[in-house]
């Protein structure tokens, strides 16, 4: 039976000079009682707001009280990882209809600030391809792009209006008859500046090929388009500025001879790099994470200029321009150096707890030692060394951890979210 958390006051009556302030937010809410995924975790003012299952909560940044809870009448099935700058969002959930509960077609839009309900709509299939079971969605600027199976479709967060259907032609297989050269969406991904849809294309000899492509949602009509080789595909975007995104020959739960391919503004390749060789897995070996939601993947960051991977061993930068390797920092085979915010040539990161000590923030680059920036509690090593692998943010000075999964076996008490600070 795994050892409850300690509380907040626990924590705080048992630091040790040097170590940080931190909190513990556990919840009563109720959950199935098995390993539950948890979904997106969104910084809003002065709250976080966390998915899990069929409740949206949002916890006060300072002391992780709960500020406001929302339940929705199903389980969530899809959510993004981005919001609006005003701090809208849509989520994805399960229909509450008895018979209807595997179909996952049912969206409302949240005010993340104020926990309020907006619109609601109900999906409808639109394709024999289409898997009611999964939603994916992203949120670029004010613009929603949901992807439905074989379909996806751009609409206004404000109120739900559909505003047109991402296009299906397939510009690359002339040769095919004209009912077998439309590409499907499969995924798509979304930031501040871009908003991206990848598509599965039919390409020579039943080869299937994997494309992505700029949509300008203001202007409805696609920027540019690039295309992996035959029986390529494209799994996980790094990043949407600049645009880096994985490529493999199986999506599954192991990719299979995987890449990173970095384009320009202009959807012309950059640079690519093959981690593979160095033994660097993709999304620290969670590669099936998310399923639809291809921004979903741990151990990734971009600037514009280096990429910054984890691996079992440590961390590696990669320049953008070139694909070459620039630097590595190791660390022991029992921790994880996950990357958080890069700042003036070197790289904030989240040093994991081992079996004896307790995580950290550090400091490194490429020709600094690592360093120490803010040591965690040591009462908190075993709740934290539980939660590797899990969602990892700074905000402000503020470390975020949350879980991988929460279980919702009453017993357990598992914790939804862990934060330090100095």
Same mark, same amino acid.
């Given at each position: 039976?795994?050892?409850?958390?300690?509380?907040?006051?626990?924590?705080?009556?048992?630091?040790?000079?040097?170590?940080?302030?931190?909190?513990?937010?556990?919840?009563?809410?109720?959950?199935?009682?098995?390993?539950?995924?948890?979904?997106?975790?969104?910084?809003?003012?002065?709250?976080?707001?966390?998915?899990?299952?069929?409740?949206?909560?949002?916890?006060?940044?300072?002391?992780?009280?709960?500020?406001?809870?929302?339940?929705?009448?199903?389980?969530?099935?899809?959510?993004?990882?981005?919001?609006?700058?005003?701090?809208?969002?849509?989520?994805?959930?399960?229909?509450?209809?008895?018979?209807?509960?595997?179909?996952?077609?049912?969206?409302?839009?949240?005010?993340?600030?104020?926990?309020?309900?907006?619109?609601?709509?109900?999906?409808?299939?639109?394709?024999?391809?289409?898997?009611?079971?999964?939603?994916?969605?992203?949120?670029?600027?004010?613009?929603?792009?949901?992807?439905?199976?074989?379909?996806?479709?751009?609409?206004?967060?404000?109120?739900?209006?559909?505003?047109?259907?991402?296009?299906?032609?397939?510009?690359?297989?002339?040769?095919?008859?004209?009912?077998?050269?439309?590409?499907?969406?499969?995924?798509?991904?979304?930031?501040?500046?871009?908003?991206?849809?990848?598509?599965?294309?039919?390409?020579?000899?039943?080869?299937?090929?994997?494309?992505?492509?700029?949509?300008?949602?203001?202007?409805?009509?696609?920027?540019?388009? $690039?295309?992996?080789?035959?029986?390529?595909?494209?799994?996980?975007?790094?990043?949407?500025?600049?645009?880096?995104?994985?490529?493999?020959?199986?999506?599954?739960?192991?990719?299979?001879?995987?890449?990173?391919?970095?384009?320009?503004?202009?959807?012309?390749?950059?640079?690519?790099?093959?981690?593979?060789?160095?033994?660097?897995?993709?999304?620290?070996?969670?590669?099936?994470?998310?399923?639809?939601?291809?921004?979903?993947?741990?151990?990734?960051?971009?600037?514009?200029?280096?990429?910054?991977?984890?691996?079992?061993?440590?961390?590696?930068?990669?320049?953008?321009?070139?694909?070459?390797?620039?630097?590595?920092?190791?660390?022991?085979?029992?921790?994880?150096?996950?990357?958080?915010?890069?700042?003036?040539?070197?790289?904030?990161? $989240?040093?994991?707890?081992?079996?004896?000590?307790?995580?950290?923030?550090?400091?490194?680059?490429?020709?600094?030692?690592?360093?120490?920036?803010?040591?965690?509690?040591?009462?908190?090593?075993?709740?934290? $060394?539980?939660?590797?692998?899990?969602?990892?943010?700074?905000?402000?000075?503020?470390?975020?951890?949350?879980?991988?999964?929460?279980?919702?076996?009453?017993?357990?008490?598992?914790?939804?979210?862990?934060?330090?600070?100095?």
């Amino acid at each position: 039976m795994p050892t409850d958390p300690p509380s907040t006051a626990e924590l705080d009556a048992a630091r040790k000079p040097g170590e940080a302030h931190g909190w513990v937010a556990g919840d009563s809410a109720d959950l199935p009682s098995r390993d539950v995924l948890t979904g997106p975790v969104w910084s809003v003012g002065d709250t976080i707001v966390q998915v899990l299952y069929r409740h949206v909560v949002a916890r006060r940044v300072s002391d992780g009280a709960v500020a406001w809870r929302v339940s929705l009448p199903a389980p969530v099935c899809g959510a993004p990882v981005g919001m609006t700058p005003d701090g809208k969002a849509v989520v994805a959930h399960r229909n509450p209809a008895v018979g209807e509960e595997e179909k996952c077609d049912q969206i409302q839009m949240l005010d993340l600030k104020s926990g309020q309900k907006g619109w609601v709509k109900k999906l409808t299939t639109t394709s024999k391809l289409d898997r009611p079971k999964t939603a994916g969605l992203s949120i670029s600027g004010a613009f929603l792009v949901l992807h439905q199976g074989a379909t996806a479709s751009v609409h206004q967060v404000s109120d739900g209006t559909e505003l047109f259907d991402v296009p299906t032609d397939n510009p690359w297989s002339s040769t095919l008859a004209v009912g077998e050269r439309g590409c499907h969406p499969t995924a798509s991904a979304a930031g501040s500046t871009k908003m991206l849809v990848i598509s599965s294309c039919p390409g020579a000899d039943g080869a299937q090929f994997g494309q992505i492509m700029e949509i300008d949602p203001r202007a409805r009509k696609v920027l540019w388009r $690039y295309r992996v080789g035959d029986g390529q595909l494209i799994a996980k975007v790094y990043s949407t500025d600049p645009v880096v995104f994985t490529t493999t020959t199986s999506v599954s739960s192991s990719f299979s001879n995987w890449r990173i391919v970095a384009l320009d503004r202009a959807g012309k390749v950059r640079s690519t790099i093959d981690p593979e060789k160095q033994g660097i897995p993709p999304c620290l070996g969670l590669s099936d994470l998310g399923g639809t939601a291809a921004q979903v993947c741990r151990g990734a960051l971009a600037t514009q200029d280096t990429l910054f991977l984890t691996s079992e061993t440590g961390l590696s930068a990669f320049g953008l321009a070139d694909g070459k390797p620039r630097w590595k920092s190791d660390v022991g085979s029992d921790r994880q150096l996950r990357p958080l915010r890069a700042e003036g040539g070197t790289l904030l990161a $989240y040093l994991g707890p081992s079996k004896k000590e307790a995580g950290r923030i550090v400091r490194v680059g490429p020709k600094k030692a690592m360093t120490t920036v803010l040591r965690h509690p040591s009462l908190a090593r075993e709740t934290e $060394y539980g939660m590797q692998g899990g969602d990892v943010a700074l905000v402000g000075r503020r470390l975020i951890i949350s879980p991988y999964w929460v279980n919702g076996d009453d017993r357990r008490h598992d914790t939804r979210l862990l934060s330090f600070t100095p």
